[in-house]
């Protein structure tokens, strides 16, 4: 479904990504972790289309994907109601006047007759607990209303792929339970699953594969997640752990801390 081959990317001139080789399945849910600044986003953004490999190439579905691809109307349409993508900042995502027509926005690009987009925001609304926030600004909305409101306008589009740029950042724990539940229902409909995520907590629980991404840009490691968890040398080495020394009653003793934020 997904090819990156020999993918590097650079931000004027500083690098981002280099020398990634990705292939990722239908239904597969798939962790992309690393510390911050090693490139899981840039990766996220390359995927949903947003940025070009400087060198390599990116394939969907058998399709090269690329700039010139993406200015064609019809192309871009078909590619993006294929592949949602959920920004790790919401505000980024919102920009209409109330949230029945932010959901709503989508479907109606992509042509869809007015009572099947009134179904399908309908549906939404109630799977994600917003329908007392339907005609109410996206903007005077909490972080976790905002966040509900975002993945209902991507799942609007009835996307293949899901793609999430750290999902439960900033969200109080009862909603982050919740994000989780869902995550996992929708990978279990056969919806293909892409996290980026240095919380190692969340990691086993929304994905059975992990990426690992080092400080160099590069990709340390590719391997099911609960052997990745459980190999602290790995993790220390792409500074997602600490390692702390110390001695207690005569004793050496190692503890590991996670870097959640």
């Known amino acids: 479904m997904i090819e990156i ?23 597969e849910a798939v962790a992309i972790m690393g510390p911050n600044g090693s490139g899981k986003s840039t990766l996220l ?12 190439s990116y394939r969907f579905q058998g399709e090269e994907i690329t700039e010139k691809k993406l200015q064609d109307p019809i192309f871009t349409r078909k590619f993006h109601q294929k592949i949602g993508f959920v920004f790790q900042n919401s505000d980024t995502q919102l920009f209409c006047t109330d949230v029945f027509d932010e959901i709503a926005f989508g479907p109606r690009q992509m042509g869809f007759n007015e009572k099947e987009i009134n179904k399908r925001v309908i549906d939404l609304l109630e799977l994600m607990q ?13 972080g976790g209303e905002k966040r509900k409101v975002a993945i209902a306008c991507v799942l609007s589009m009835n996307p ?5 740029d750290e999902p439960i ?49 590069e990709i340390l490691s590719d391997m099911p997640t609960e052997r990745l968890l459980q190999d602290s040398a790995l993790l220390i080495k792409a500074n997602l752990v600490d390692e702390y020394y110390h001695i207690h009653k005569g004793e050496d003793h190692i503890h590991f801390h996670d870097h959640l934020f």
Not at 45 to 56: A, C
């Open 5 to 27: 081959s020999n993918v590097s990317y650079s931000y004027i001139g500083i690098p981002a990504l280099k020398n990634i080789s990705i292939t990722i399945q239908a239904g």
């Open 160 to 164: 293949e792929v899901l793609v999430l």
């Open 45 to 56: 953004k390359l995927i949903n289309g947003l940025i070009f490999p400087d060198t390599g």
């Open 169 to 217: 950042n900033e969200l109080d724990p009862r909603t982050q339970r919740w994000l989780v539940d869902l995550l996992i229902r929708l990978n279990q409909s056969g919806k293909t699953l892409i996290t980026s995520t240095h919380n190692l907590e969340l990691v086993p629980e929304i994905s059975n594969r992990a990426i690992l991404f080092d400080e160099n840009h």
């Open 130 to 142: 917003l329908g007392a926030f339907s005609h109410r600004s996206p903007y005077h909305l909490s």
